[in-house]
């Protein structure tokens, strides 16, 4: 496999082994990104996962997480895989992450054969991403990397080797790798004791846009089920033809996750209230986007933000469910013009947008940017106005009036000016000319 780079990004795991961590001093020492130890087998979850997760995104690094691989069958695998994913919810789930969930597969303590291995890979792998919507990334070890088959090869590689002269082995699997831990011994200021030091293979430019969560949004529906679009329809309980204000949505399994499709301030969490017209069919979520419009995410069994919260473009925000009265299990979501009052409720289709044409418009005027970015453009901008206003100020120079500290060399000479405006050079030399003119008459 291929060398180091001098001009990859750097960065570390961690556990709980290194106790409570500086990530601000992490930070300072140019580590860009950190996987946390979330999980391991089907019911431990790291004491510190959750606060480490929180420290690390405080201080500005691109965090991922990984999952102790202890199955020897594909069931078992799966358990173990519906563990990792319910332990992300408590930091927004896996698509509020900048990285990839990662199986860590290292060793056969239960002496299965390479062909179980492979079996308990791959079960636990498409769980995992049927689960979190999000491609798992494969951490392994130089020797065992060689139990993969090429049927895993799709997969990011995250391998280790600790040295500094030998590259990892070319393996069926691989010929390269992703990310390299180089070290089980690093040091790193912020943590105390030993850590492992990790590289990927790129720029920190180069490892956002691998992982980035900049999606196509000619569909913003993508990965879900369309069952009732936007506008007039039959009513499937009714048999009416009445205005849906909405769109009827689907994701698989019937508790499924449901992410928010924008940002903002989560305003309501639970019931819905009378007049609000979020009804009382299950649980309802509406979150105020930076526009002033309400998301409406309606018929949840379960909620997981909170009035007040700000949530991100792809976090969890709960459950799909059921209204009771409908047809099967299913998401309603609607935009309202409105967050005020009762919500934006209005009686008419006046008050709502058509969903799907709101978010493709949404983010074809502002791409969503990570805070370095917003902070490069804040930057330019202040920039650009600083260049504007000086542009602005010599225009109005060209033309100014007698400015106080001419006003005795234009009284000197005002028979030879043809009106009392000028540029700000005219008037420098003309209170140039006034001085040498006044030094040879004194």
């Known amino acids: 496999m291929q060398q180091r780079n001098e001009g990859n990004v750097q960065g570390i795991d961690v556990s709980r082994y290194q106790g409570k961590i500086d990530w601000m001093q992490v930070k300072a020492d140019k580590r860009e990104f950190v996987f946390i130890k979330a999980t391991e087998g089907q019911t431990y979850t790291d004491p510190n996962f959750a606060a480490n997760v929180?420290?690390?995104?405080?201080a500005g690094l691109l965090v991922?997480?990984?999952h102790f691989l202890r199955a020897t069958s594909a069931e078992v695998a799966k358990a173990e895989a519906a563990h990792y994913a319910k332990s992300l919810e408590a930091v927004g789930g896996a698509k509020a992450l900048q990285l990839p969930p990662v199986m860590d597969y290292e060793n056969n303590p239960g002496g299965i054969s390479k062909a179980q291995i492979n079996i308990v890979a791959k079960a636990f792998l498409t769980e995992l991403e049927r689960l979190t919507g999000v491609k798992p990334i494969i951490y392994t070890g130089n020797s065992f990397a060689g139990y993969f088959d090429t049927g895993l090869s799709g997969y990011d590689l995250w391998i280790a080797r600790y040295s500094n002269t030998k590259v990892p082995d070319d393996q069926p699997a691989w010929k390269s790798w992703?990310?390299?831990?180089?070290?089980?011994?690093?040091k790193v200021p912020g943590i105390t004791g030993n850590v492992d030091l990790n590289e990927f293979n790129g720029s920190l430019a180069d490892l956002k846009k691998r992982y980035g969560k900049e999606q196509d949004m000619s569909n913003p529906f993508d990965g879900y089920r369309i069952t009732s679009s936007f506008g007039m329809r039959i009513h499937p309980v009714s048999g009416l033809k009445k205005f849906h204000r909405g769109i009827d949505l689907v994701v698989s399994p019937a508790d499924g996750p449901i992410y928010a499709f924008v940002a903002g301030e989560v305003m309501h969490a639970k019931m819905g209230v009378s007049g609000s017209g979020f009804g009382n069919y299950g649980i309802v979520v509406a979150i105020k986007d930076d526009k002033g419009y309400l998301h409406v995410y309606a018929h949840l069994s379960a909620a997981?933000?909170?009035?007040?919260?700000?949530?991100?473009?792809?976090?969890?925000?709960g459950k799909q469910g059921n209204t009771g009265i409908s047809n099967g299990v299913h998401l309603h979501y609607e935009v309202r013009k409105a967050t005020s009052p009762q919500y934006g409720y209005t009686d008419t289709e006046a008050g709502v947008v058509e969903p799907m044409q709101y978010l493709i418009d949404y983010y074809g005027e502002e791409l969503p940017m990570t805070a370095e970015e917003k902070k490069k453009m804040e930057e330019l901008k202040a920039i650009v106005e600083s260049q504007a206003k000086w542009i602005a100020a010599q225009k109005a120079k060209e033309n100014m009036g007698c400015p106080k500290w001419a006003e005795s060399a234009y009284e000197y000479y005002k028979g030879f000016?043809?009106?009392k405006r000028g540029s700000y050079d005219f008037w420098r030399q003309l209170v140039i000319s006034y001085?040498?003119?006044?030094?040879?008459?004194?």
């Open 54 to 58: 929180k420290g690390a995104l405080s």
């Open 64 to 66: 991922g997480t990984y």
């Open 178 to 186: 992703d990310i390299w831990q180089y070290s089980d011994s690093g």
């Open 304 to 317: 997981g933000v909170k009035v007040g919260q700000q949530v991100k473009r792809g976090q969890l925000i």
């Open 417 to 419: 000016i043809y009106d």
């Open 435 to 442: 001085r040498k003119d006044k030094g040879r008459k004194a």
